[in-house]
Structure formats: C-alpha cells, structure tokens
C-alpha cells in the first residue's frame, strides 16, 4: 500500500465536545447548515450504558475514493500522501460526489451550487501542522497517521453501526470505546 494518511479516532479519549468540528468550521467558515466534520452518539444499541461514546467523522480519504471516480471533471485529485482534495473551482455542481459517497462526505452548498468536503487541511500538513480538528482536540482524540506503516494494533477501520465498504478502503481508523466498569457493593 502506499502512503495513506488517515485520521485516528480515539472513542475512548472522546468527550463529544464538538471543538474539533468548531475548529473546521472556524478555519473554512462553511455556509450554514454545511459541515465538514461531526461528532456523532454512538447510539444505545451499539453502547448501551449511561456514559456516552461519540464518534468524530469527516472525510474518510478513502484509498479508492468514489467521488473521485464520479467526477465527470475531475475536481477531486488524490495526492501522493493518501489525501483525496475536492477543488472547487473546478466542481460544476452536478452533485455525483455527494450522491454516490456512502459516507456522506462530500456536502452540497446551496449557496455557492457545488460541492465540498474536508480536505484534511492540506495546506497546515504541507507547512508542518496538524489539521485544525486534530489541533484543536483538548483530550488528543484525534490524530493521523500513514495507515499503510503505522502499528494500529487495538484499532478498527469499521466500529459496530460503521457502514463497510471494502472496495472504497475507507482511512480513518477507530479505537473503540472502553466498556464501563462495574462497581458493586459487597455486603457481607
């Protein structure tokens, strides 16, 4: 495999306070109702107990990304790094990305009638930075990695209630949340 920078999500560390996608948003200033980044519940029938498992999704980066395959302009290139970049300018809005992404990355802005999505803030990783949510992340639950040399002994690319798609490869890769323990009294 190539070099493949994929984002690692720590569902253990999480706390589900959105930073990471306030971080986007205040980089890329997206329309309202756009997002490039959400922090999502894991839902009670995948972590039914009282503390709470969130999940923070973007753009998967996929090795094989769909709307790349979809563009009929060729919008989207895929760098050498693994990081699948949608160019804007050359988006004409025809909304295949967005219907054929089983991930939902690629969004549509009304406003502006193209696409667009996270672009893994390339331009802070080619100056030497973080992306802006993994920067902003106070508990260090996100991160990236290259996946194709990283030892991610612990992690998964598909945690319970994650859509597969094997063809697409998917990136981003997801430690799963500790179960609680239980403590009990013993009355003797």
């Not at 039914?48 to 060729?74: D, I």
């Not at 919008?75 to 050498?80: G, L, M, N, Q």
């Amino acid at each position: 495999m190539k070099k493949q920078l994929g984002f690692l999500v720590d569902t253990e560390k999480c706390i589900g306070c959105f930073t990471c996608a306030m971080a986007c948003k205040n980089v890329y200033h997206q329309q309202k109702g756009i997002v490039w980044r959400q922090v999502h519940p894991m839902g009670e029938s995948i972590y039914p107990h009282r503390e709470r498992a969130w999940l923070s999704l973007a753009c998967n980066h996929c090795e094989n990304p769909v709307c790349l395959e979809q563009c009929p302009v060729k919008a989207y290139t895929k760098r050498e790094d693994g990081i699948v970049v949608h160019d804007q300018d050359a988006c004409i809005g025809c909304g295949n990305c967005v219907r054929s992404c089983p991930y939902g990355a690629p969004r549509m802005n009304p406003v502006e009638k193209r696409a667009e999505k996270c672009s893994m803030c390339w331009q802070r990783i080619d100056a030497g930075l973080d992306p802006a949510c993994v920067h902003s992340c106070p508990v260090g639950a996100l991160s990236i990695a290259d996946i194709s040399t990283a030892r991610l002994d612990g992690w998964v690319q598909y945690p319970a209630g994650y859509p597969e798609s094997r063809r697409l490869n998917p990136s981003t890769r997801f430690k799963a949340p500790r179960q609680p323990r239980e403590v009990r009294r013993n009355d003797a």
